[in-house]
């Protein structure tokens, strides 16, 4: 829930966007092989491996450095190629979607190697290519990308770097929906409306205030909001909530 919320956030500020309405796709490969780990592993239920070798590693094998992560991949297999997973066709309508994966460092600091991992939405630019040292723990990325008629779309993350059978790990795809008819908030927009009439208000004050004191008198105390603006303001604020 902590994860989903937060990509969230992320992509409202980029995109200017809503609220997430759900993954569309999901994996956390952890179903993969009957649960057991794979060495060049090309079994995947959502994704084929089309360049290179991947390995199925995690809980259960020799490569476990990740409590509650079950399985996770190993972009560089055991055959010294770096490997390259496109996912299943994915149906999408036209909006706005957030792409969320985690990657960690190979957490093998013997293998020196640079690698590199990118994520590409097929076919667009690559939205992000990650190199991390081999300690990096898992850690959540985020891109959006935005649709204006109806795609259909793989996700592709490929490996690139030394192939010492060594690679980042890649755990935790989601592909999320943005839903867009949420925003801008009308309510958001009349309380931003009134808080402007209210700081015009408070420079009428103050410029009736600095009038009263050149004439030698106290100019109040500002009145803030009034009563009619205070009672508007609850009343948008609590239909924002009943929505
Ligand atoms: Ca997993
Ligand atoms: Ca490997």
Excluded at 199 to 215: D, K, S, V
Aim: glycine share 12%; proline share 5%.
């Amino acid at each position: 829930m902590t994860r989903s919320i937060a990509t969230a956030i992320a992509c409202i500020v980029l995109l200017g966007a809503g609220e997430l309405q759900g993954a569309i796709f999901s994996d956390n490969f952890n179903g993969e092989n009957g649960g057991a780990y794979q060495l060049n592993y090309t079994g995947f239920a959502n994704w084929t491996v089309t360049a290179g070798t991947v390995d199925l590693i995690g809980e259960g094998s020799p490569w476990n450095w990740f409590t509650g992560y079950g399985l996770y991949v190993d972009m560089d297999g055991s055959t010294s190629a770096p490997g390259t997973m496109l996912s299943i066709n994915l149906d999408l309508d036209p909006g706005q979607y957030v792409l969320s994966y985690e990657l960690a460092g190979s957490q093998r600091p013997g293998h020196p190697a640079q690698n590199w991992v990118e994520a590409t939405v097929e076919t667009g630019p690559t939205l992000r290519t990650v190199s991390l040292a081999p300690n990096a723990p898992f850690a959540v990325y985020e891109d959006c990308f935005t649709l204006a008629a109806p795609t259909t779309v793989q996700i592709r993350f490929s490996a690139s770097g030394v192939g010492d059978n060594v690679g980042m790990l890649l755990d935790n795809v989601m592909v999320d929906n943005v839903k867009d008819d949420v925003i801008p908030e009308p309510a958001s927009v009349a309380i931003w409306s009134l808080i402007g009439l209210s700081w015009i208000g408070f420079g009428a004050w103050r410029r009736r205030r600095n009038a009263m004191a050149r004439l030698g008198g106290d100019g109040g105390q500002p009145t803030g909001w009034s009563d009619a603006n205070r009672t508007a303001i609850h009343q948008i604020i609590e239909r924002g909530r009943m929505r």
